[in-house]
């Protein structure tokens, strides 16, 4: 039997985005720093996800909260769109090349 951790996590986009979220579920994205799937984060990264207007392109952003349960998760430095293929269940990346564009690094 496999065990799982469970975790909190936030999805940060627009207000609109978080209620269609909320409704409708979500829709993995097609591509990132971490491949195809649905990123989410500690609720102060994801309120700079909510904050960046140009990102998600309206005024108002909005948080989703979600409970999430892993049993084979992958921790990596930066950007890995290998490791769906190697088994795990899930990525966590201390920083992506989208956190140096925004950290100003």
């Not at 985005?17 to 994801?46: H, M, T, W």
Request: glycine share 10%.
């Amino acid at each position: 039997k496999k065990s799982f951790k469970e975790f909190v996590f936030e999805h940060g986009t627009s207000w609109a985005n978080a209620q269609k979220i909320e409704k409708e579920g979500f829709i993995p994205s097609s591509d990132g720093c971490l491949g195809p799937g649905v990123y989410l984060g500690r609720r102060e990264k994801a309120l700079r996800f909510a904050q960046n207007s140009a990102r998600h392109g309206s005024d108002q952003g909005g948080l989703v909260r979600v409970k999430v349960k892993v049993s084979n998760p992958k921790f990596v430095r930066s950007d890995d769109k290998k490791w769906q293929n190697e088994g795990y269940d899930s990525c966590r990346a201390d920083r992506t090349s989208m956190s140096q564009i925004w950290n100003g690094v």
